[in-house]
């Protein structure tokens, strides 16, 4: 059985990196998606992962196919299509790691996989679904996105949904709330960064805002805090793991390689999301920051998620 089978987008990150002797910008093609970059989490700390997606059948789709292949993630889901091309994200990179994204993305074809395109049997044959909003910007993508989970929710699969908020790829910050907002009943566990919080939640306050979304519903809710770690939260209540202190180079794929790390370990637990107590998911949630800060120390996404011989390291 497959631990953890993933829906979304998976495209090119084209990370700033200097210049060239004429001052020109360089920029680095890595692979990325947060979708693709939790199966691939998964799979380097040696889960079964899934992927189901689609890229254009062009020099990028063909590279990302590739990598998912070479980090043990079954793609038999992802389809390669000769009418639209590979989306495209531009990545630069502050001082301090964090990221402004600008993407490629109008006709992309990760925002064409229809409920057609979705391998209900494959979802059906796996421990958790996830899914993420960046497929809920546009259809028909938002379509093959909602019934996945629907039908995932209905045939007894853990839904895992992380709310990632791109404000260039929505039409209004009010669209991205209904339509994110919308998806959240569908969830088990769900993930949001402390960026997210009041625009999930109408919270501030990231305890009150897990708090809220487990009223919406989800058995556990996490709330990710940069170097400050993760807050975890069920209906019995909540704590603060604390992170570790480790100089960021680059924070893509951060927040992901924490929920692959995460929900491997619910995975592997072999419990239902509301049998597991708060001092399990605190466990879970210290073996992610340690796959988290690793992460953050080197460049890309996908290029710099973790082993299990590198968290056993950190750990």
Same mark, same amino acid.
């Given at each position: 059985?497959?631990?953890?089978?993933?829906l979304?987008?998976?495209?090119?990150?084209?990370?700033?990196?200097g210049?060239?002797e004429?001052?020109? !910008?360089l920029f680095v093609q890595n692979p990325?998606?947060?979708?693709a970059?939790?199966?691939?989490?998964?799979? !380097?700390?040696?889960?079964?992962a @899934?992927?189901?997606?689609?890229?254009g059948?062009d020099?990028h789709? #063909?590279?990302?196919?590739?990598?998912?292949?070479?980090n043990?993630?079954?793609c038999?889901?992802l389809?390669?299509?000769?009418?639209f091309?590979?989306?495209l994200?531009?990545v630069?990179? #502050?001082?301090?790691?964090?990221?402004?994204f600008s993407?490629a993305?109008?006709?992309? @074809?990760?925002?064409m %996989?229809s409920?057609?395109?979705?391998p209900?049997?494959?979802?059906?044959g796996?421990?958790i679904f996830?899914f993420?909003s960046?497929?809920l910007?546009?259809?028909?993508? #938002?379509?093959?996105t909602?019934? @996945?989970a629907?039908y995932a929710?209905n045939?007894?699969v853990?839904?895992a949904?992380?709310?990632?908020? !791109?404000?260039?790829?929505?039409?209004?910050?009010?669209a991205?709330?209904?339509?994110m907002?919308?998806?959240?009943?569908l969830?088990? %566990?769900v993930?949001?960064?402390?960026?997210?919080?009041? %625009?999930l939640t109408?919270?501030?306050?990231?305890?009150k805002?897990?708090?809220?979304?487990?009223?919406?519903?989800?058995k556990?809710?996490v709330v990710?805090l940069?170097?400050?770690?993760?807050?975890?939260c069920t209906?019995?209540g909540?704590a603060?793991?604390?992170?570790?202190n480790?100089?960021?180079v680059?924070?893509?794929?951060a927040?992901?390689?924490f929920?692959?790390a995460f929900l491997?370990?619910v995975?592997?637990?072999g419990?239902?999301?509301?049998?597991?107590?708060?001092?399990?998911?605190?466990d879970?949630a210290?073996f992610?920051n340690?796959?988290?800060?690793f992460c953050v120390? #080197?460049?890309g996404a996908?290029?710099?998620?973790?082993t299990?011989?590198?968290?056993e390291?950190r750990?």
């Amino acid at each position: 059985m497959t631990d953890i089978i993933t829906l979304g987008e998976l495209l090119i990150d084209f990370t700033a990196c200097g210049k060239n002797e004429n001052g020109q !910008r360089l920029f680095v093609q890595n692979p990325g998606g947060a979708p693709a970059n939790v199966a691939v989490a998964v799979a !380097r700390l040696g889960g079964k992962a @899934a992927f189901i997606g689609k890229v254009g059948d062009d020099m990028h789709g #063909r590279f990302l196919a590739e990598t998912l292949k070479e980090n043990n993630v079954n793609c038999n889901s992802l389809i390669l299509d000769k009418d639209f091309f590979t989306t495209l994200a531009f990545v630069d990179v #502050r001082a301090d790691g964090e990221r402004e994204f600008s993407f490629a993305r109008k006709h992309g @074809a990760d925002k064409m %996989l229809s409920p057609d395109d979705v391998p209900v049997e494959k979802i059906k044959g796996s421990k958790i679904f996830h899914f993420g909003s960046v497929s809920l910007t546009d259809g028909p993508s #938002r379509s093959a996105t909602l019934f @996945a989970a629907e039908y995932a929710k209905n045939n007894g699969v853990t839904v895992a949904y992380d709310p990632n908020y !791109r404000a260039s790829l929505w039409e209004s910050e009010e669209a991205a709330i209904k339509q994110m907002q919308n998806a959240l009943k569908l969830a088990d %566990l769900v993930k949001i960064s402390d960026e997210e919080t009041i %625009l999930l939640t109408g919270e501030k306050d990231f305890a009150k805002a897990a708090e809220r979304i487990i009223e919406s519903g989800a058995k556990i809710a996490v709330v990710t805090l940069g170097k400050d770690g993760a807050y975890v939260c069920t209906k019995d209540g909540g704590a603060q793991v604390d992170g570790f202190n480790v100089t960021a180079v680059d924070c893509t794929g951060a927040g992901d390689s924490f929920w692959g790390a995460f929900l491997l370990k619910v995975a592997q637990s072999g419990k239902k999301p509301e049998e597991i107590s708060l001092d399990e998911l605190k466990d879970f949630a210290h073996f992610a920051n340690a796959a988290a800060s690793f992460c953050v120390e #080197r460049n890309g996404a996908i290029p710099s998620l973790p082993t299990i011989k590198d968290i056993e390291k950190r750990l």
